[in-house]
């Protein structure tokens, strides 16, 4: 990402999420033709238990708006909603996907922590 989603407080909507969108399978993603309402932003909570790895639980779907800011490499804009904090402070994960038809690409898991 280019601005930094962490730490959050709780209730903030500002400032808008600025970011790249790569994958560690796909590299940098190419957007030509696709318009912004073919993202989604997909909100994760994260439990560990002792070293295992995280695991990621699907809690909801953003209601922010969405900006392309450049086609390729992609770079977007995301401007979060209310509804897209969560309200209990903790460690939570974004992926953002873009889906065109039934094909689907998603980000990595970035991390996000919400504070009071």
């Known amino acids: 990402m280019s601005s930094g989603i962490s730490p959050w407080a709780t209730g903030d909507t500002l400032p808008n999420w600025t970011v790249n969108l790569a994958s560690g399978v796909d590299g940098a993603w190419d957007l030509t033709g696709?318009?912004?309402?073919?993202?989604?932003?997909i909100i994760y909570?994260?439990?560990t238990v002792g070293g295992s790895a995280p695991t990621y639980t699907q809690i909801g779907t953003g209601a922010g708006i969405f900006t392309i800011l450049q086609v390729s490499p992609a770079i977007?804009?995301?401007a979060l909603a209310a509804a897209d904090i969560p309200a209990?402070?903790?460690?939570?994960?974004v992926r953002f996907r873009y889906k065109n038809g039934s094909a689907q690409r998603s980000t990595d898991y970035i991390s996000w922590v919400v504070q009071p």
């Not at 696709?34 to 932003?41: E, T």
């Not at 209990?88 to 994960?93: C, F, I, K, M, V």
């Open 34 to 41: 696709a318009n912004a309402s073919q993202l989604q932003l």
């Open 45 to 47: 909570s994260v439990t």
């Open 76 to 78: 977007i804009q995301y």
């Open 88 to 93: 209990s402070a903790g460690t939570y994960a």
